[in-house]
């Protein structure tokens, strides 16, 4: 009955992420402000998968079961209410009390959902139990190595956080440098390094392959250092340069790493297009990133790296996984497929590669062309995930 009551609400936050993705990419069409989106899509659509994902995945990779069965109950409401609070506040004449509800709101969500998951795994820190079985023996290196790592998400998480809500209240800051410091501390720090730590567990066992050690060892250490680097220097100096270095060289590394596994398999699911269409998408972005770094910023760079990184990195890898979670082949409803999954990854990864070059090159219309086709897959994933929800759980 935990296990279940566990399972049913870290499926809700993966829902309730899904349609903050549409919400998302219906506000980049429509040309909402733009720290709206980025609340819609990273505090929506990718801290709420997170924190679903989190929670059914995290305990098992420490050998433990999580002490609060209750808390993904607790914490989706927090985190909802959150989101659509500080979503709202710069589109309404809200008043700052009420902006500042919103943060709080969704940062009790957050500190909840570290609470939880760091209770559980209290007496074992250093990932050095992993729950992995004799028959993966020669992968305890590095799953020990990946949940080192973890803790250090958590840490980003509680400073995003606060960070969140001291930008909101007007309270002393961690970095300094405004909301564009908690972002790229949830993005960078909690939503890539989670996707590293988790992914090089993960991935190696959906594709039966093994992942370059030396790489591995690599990729975490650099996407630790680097968020926070960035997001207590931004937009200069050489700890910028550093920071952008580092995240770089995770991104690149983790690339690297999951072509050799695609190539090295021979299984070819649908849920694997979506890693693969992301590490590109990164690797455009934190190329963007570096020219930020050690040259001046071009016209619509900055928005094409963030939509780069937001929706093309995180936003496919993340879909491509659920996929993997929640095929949508199993299900019986209208347009239940791997092509129309196959569809939607396409659209997405389309979408943004046409916005972000049309936002390089100054062509508006391109820009509206490519938001339209990444509504499209969105959506699709959306009815997808959704559908099978209901078919496969009913209420539950």
Not at 53 to 61: C, E
Not at 192 to 206: C, H, K, N, S, W
Not at 262 to 273: A, D, I, P, T, W
């Amino acid at each position: 009955m935990t296990a279940e009551r566990v399972s049913r609400w870290a499926r809700r936050h993966v829902a309730v992420g899904a349609l903050f993705l549409v919400a998302w990419q219906l506000a980049a069409l429509f040309g909402v402000p733009h720290r709206t989106g980025v609340t819609l899509g990273l505090y929506g659509f990718v801290l709420h998968t997170v924190v679903g994902k989190g929670y059914a995945l995290v305990p098992a990779y420490f050998d433990r079961s999580l002490a609060f069965s209750r808390a993904p109950a607790a914490t989706l409401p927090l985190l909802t209410l959150g989101t659509c609070g500080l979503a709202v506040a710069p589109m309404a004449p809200l008043t700052r009390a009420a902006a500042v509800a919103g943060a709080a709101c969704w940062a009790l969500g957050a500190v909840g959902f570290v609470a939880a998951l760091g209770w559980t795994v209290r007496d074992n820190l250093s990932g050095a139990e992993t729950g992995t079985g004799e028959a993966n023996a020669e992968r305890r290196r590095i799953d020990r190595l990946a949940n080192a790592f973890v803790p250090v998400v958590f840490a980003y998480f509680v400073a995003g956080a606060y960070e969140t809500v001291a930008v909101t209240a007007g309270l002393p800051t961690l970095a300094g440098r405004g909301a564009a410091s908690a972002s790229h501390l949830l993005a960078a720090g909690v939503g890539a390094l989670l996707i590293f730590a988790v992914g090089f567990r993960l991935l190696p066992r959906f594709l039966v392959a093994s992942p370059p050690v030396p790489l591995v060892a690599l990729v975490l250490p650099a996407g630790a250092v680097g968020p926070a680097l960035v997001a207590g220097n931004l937009w200069g100096g050489v700890w910028f340069r550093v920071g952008a270095v580092a995240e770089s060289v995770a991104v690149l590394g983790f690339a690297l790493v999951f072509v050799a596994l695609f190539r090295r398999s021979s299984r070819r699911r649908v849920g694997f297009y979506g890693p693969l269409l992301g590490v590109l998408a990164g690797v455009a972005g934190v190329t963007l990133g570096l020219h930020f770094a050690f040259a001046d910023a071009v016209a619509g760079g900055p928005l094409a790296h963030y939509r780069l990184n937001l929706l093309g990195f995180l936003g496919t890898t993340i879909v491509g996984v659920a996929y993997q979670f929640y095929p949508p082949a199993v299900g019986t409803f209208l347009g239940a497929s791997d092509r129309t999954a196959l569809v939607s990854l396409g659209c997405l990864a389309a979408g943004v590669g046409v916005e972000a070059a049309a936002l390089l090159v100054g062509i508006t219309p391109l820009v509206a062309l490519g938001r339209l086709v990444a509504l499209v897959g969105a959506s699709l994933y959306a009815y997808l995930l959704l559908g099978l929800f209901r078919e496969r759980y009913g209420t539950r």
